[in-house]
């Protein structure tokens, strides 16, 4: 009964370098999201995703990177980490309908030094 | 484009009272609305949404919430709150029929005291 599952759980990373935060579901869900959270401004979208090969922009999309190979797994992609991305990622997803619920990871906790 | 705004950024109450997290939104269309809690080290949970009719929606753990179009409103309330109640409470919305963004509102920290 996994759901969704994101990897790694911390990460520390100097500016500049790069990485990628992987996200995973078993649920057969086409949309799949990419929020950030930082203290007092909620959860922003960065990216997200309504089935393989489709791909859009959220709120705060500038930094990050995202592809959809599969319907499991949408992976976020940072190329050059700055402090400004230090934060705490989770990535979301759920059926088809605007309606329905958002499933979400554990989340990642990102520190760019 | 839509936002919400969660007037209060922490609330405190003691256990068995009643609590009310306050929620607004704007939007020149109909919208869908949604309250999660996020639990310390935990990604967030649905707790209740609103998408039509009833506007007194009841959700899990005794949490209901009441859509008010004319105030552009969907407070949160439960009669008696529990220590195990003590969350981070998230309100949400969505344009219906416009697109995938969900906008998070900014957060309320209920703080549950014995």
């Known amino acids: 009964n996994a759901g969704v599952t994101q990897t790694p759980k911390f990460q520390v990373l100097k500016t500049g370098q790069s990485m990628t935060l992987q996200c995973a579901q078993d649920?057969?869900?086409?949309?799949m999201s990419w929020y950030r959270q930082d203290p007092g401004m909620g959860l922003r979208l960065i990216h997200y995703?309504?089935?393989?090969?489709?791909?859009d922009q959220g709120e705060v999309p500038n930094g990050y990177n995202v592809s959809r190979s599969t319907t499991e797994d949408f992976p976020l992609r940072l190329l050059s980490a700055a402090p400004s991305q230090t934060s705490v990622y989770f990535c979301?997803?759920?059926?088809?309908?605007?309606?329905?619920?958002?499933?979400f990871g554990e989340g990642s906790r990102l520190t760019v030094l | 484009a839509q936002s919400v705004t969660q007037l209060d950024s922490q609330v405190p109450v003691f256990e068995e009272a009643p609590v009310e997290l306050r929620c607004n939104y704007s939007?020149?269309?109909?919208?869908?609305l949604f309250w999660y809690v996020q639990y310390p080290n935990q990604g967030l949970q649905l707790l209740l949404k609103?998408?039509?009719?009833?506007?007194l929606v009841k959700g899990i753990n005794g949490f209901e919430a009441e859509f008010n179009k004319s105030q552009t409103s969907f407070h949160l309330r439960k009669p008696s709150v529990h220590i195990s109640d003590t969350a981070e409470y998230f309100c949400?919305?969505?344009?219906?029929?416009?697109?995938?963004?969900?906008?998070f509102g900014g957060g309320t920290r209920l703080m549950v005291k014995p």
């Open positions: 649920m057969n869900h086409e949309y």
């Open positions: 949400a919305v969505t344009i219906n029929n416009a697109g995938n963004m969900l906008t």
């Open positions: 995703s309504v089935g393989a090969g489709i791909t």
């Open positions: 979301a997803s759920r059926g088809t309908g605007q309606g329905g619920e958002l499933f």
């Open positions: 609103y998408l039509s009719g009833s506007t």
């Open positions: 939007s020149s269309v109909s919208v869908y």
